[in-house]
């Protein structure tokens, strides 16, 4: 079955930094998404991306942040001047149209700021 | 606001035992969609079962079940002859159906199958 995949799984890196994480969403599918999950807190919605342009954000995605599809396949999303509190279980997902059609998640990328 | 609020944080069921995990939620909304998914440790959030809201019918899948009130605003999950394989964090989710496209998670509970 075909799966979303995230890399890398683990990102440390230092505050004020740039990272960008990276996520190939399932090929026949339209909409892409990040969550994230700051520890024992609820999944948050961050952005939605459909036909290569930003669709939803939230107010969590300011500035700071921004979401690219540079190919045919990648998705990915840039955090430029990282925070202490961006540390969180980053979520990329991906879904074909339709409300009633789930989500399909990838493993997520464990961003840690220091 | 669209808020969705899962009261256990953690639970525990007895293999083979049947388990319930609470959700209750908040929109204005009447049109909307809504999720079970399973994460389990370390690994990604998969699809449990899903439930139209103008469907009354309760959704079911094998030994997984819902029970929705749609005037409680309430969608209970259902797990009947519990397996070591359950065990994950559950997170109830909806979606509207005309407005917007993102989901709404709740926080979650931690299910422990005890064999």
């Known amino acids: 079955e075909p799966e979303v995949t995230q890399t890398p799984s683990h990102q440390v890196t230092q505050m004020g930094q740039e990272v960008i994480l990276r996520c190939v969403p399932i090929?026949?599918?339209?909409?892409f998404y990040w969550y994230r999950q700051i520890l024992g807190q609820k999944v948050e919605f961050l952005v939605s991306?459909?036909?290569?342009?930003?669709?939803?954000k939230s107010e969590i995605f300011d500035d700071q942040f921004s979401v690219e599809r540079p190919d045919g396949s990648n998705f990915t999303l840039k955090i430029r001047s990282t925070k202490l509190e961006d540390s969180a279980m980053y979520f990329c997902?991906?879904?074909?149209?339709?409300?009633?059609?789930?989500?399909?998640f990838g493993n997520g990328t464990r961003l840690t700021v220091t | 606001a669209q808020t969705v609020t899962q009261s256990q944080p953690e639970m525990s069921v007895q293999e083979a035992e049947t388990v319930t995990l609470s959700c209750t939620y908040d929109t204005s909304e009447s049109d909307y969609y809504l999720f079970w998914y399973k994460q389990p440790p370390s690994r990604q959030m998969i699809l449990v079962i899903r439930?139209?809201?103008?469907?009354?019918q309760n959704a079911t899948e094998n030994r997984f079940s819902v029970n929705f009130q749609k005037a409680a605003k309430s969608f209970s999950l259902k797990i009947s002859d519990s397996q070591l394989g359950d065990a994950a964090m559950y997170f109830c989710a909806y979606r509207l159906a005309n407005t917007g496209n993102q989901f709404y998670f709740g926080t979650g509970t931690s299910l422990t199958v005890i064999p």
């Open positions: 439930q139209e809201a103008y469907k009354q």
């Open positions: 991306f459909y036909n290569n342009e930003i669709s939803e």
């Open positions: 997902a991906s879904s074909v149209p339709g409300g009633y059609s789930p989500l399909h």
């Open positions: 090929s026949n599918h339209l909409y």
